[in-house]
Nanobody
Framework: QVQLVESGGGLVQPGGSLRLSCVTS????????MTWYRQAPGKMRELVAT????????GYGDSVKGRFTISRDNAKNTMYLQMNSLNPEDTAVYYC??????????WGQGTQVTVSS
């Protein structure tokens, strides 16, 4: 069955870094666009970063541009999110999503990121 498993979240101090991973199985990873979303308590889920099938095209939400980097390894069926210069506003549950060219999507269960001193 389809699985997307996020990991790498945790508690980090402001200014720190984390690297999230999304390990997938059960579908042809290399044919899906991949996206990171996040949802903070009481807020709408927002797009963090997205990456195309080949990895050549990426996009970022305004609040993370210049601080976060999305990447993927199609040989490992895995997507990553390198997060630097974290601040308390980055505190949220981070989700990965796989989207087919036909618009069909799969979600992971999420990983908690907490930025606090």
């Amino acid at each position: 069955q389809v699985q997307l498993v996020e990991s790498g979240g945790g508690l980090v101090q402001p200014g720190g870094s984390l690297r999230l991973s999304c390990v997938t199985s059960g579908f042809i990873f290399s044919t899906y666009d991949m996206t990171w979303y996040r949802q903070a308590p009481g807020k709408m889920r927002e797009l963090v970063a997205t990456i195309s099938i080949t990895g050549r095209s990426t996009g970022y939400g305004d609040s993370v541009k210049g601080r976060f980097t999305i990447s993927r390894d199609n040989a490992k069926n895995t997507m990553y999110l390198q997060m630097n210069s974290l601040n308390p506003e980055d505190t949220a549950v981070y989700y990965c999503k796989a989207t087919s060219r036909g618009g069909y999507g799969f979600w992971g269960q999420g990983t908690q990121v907490t930025v606090s001193s």
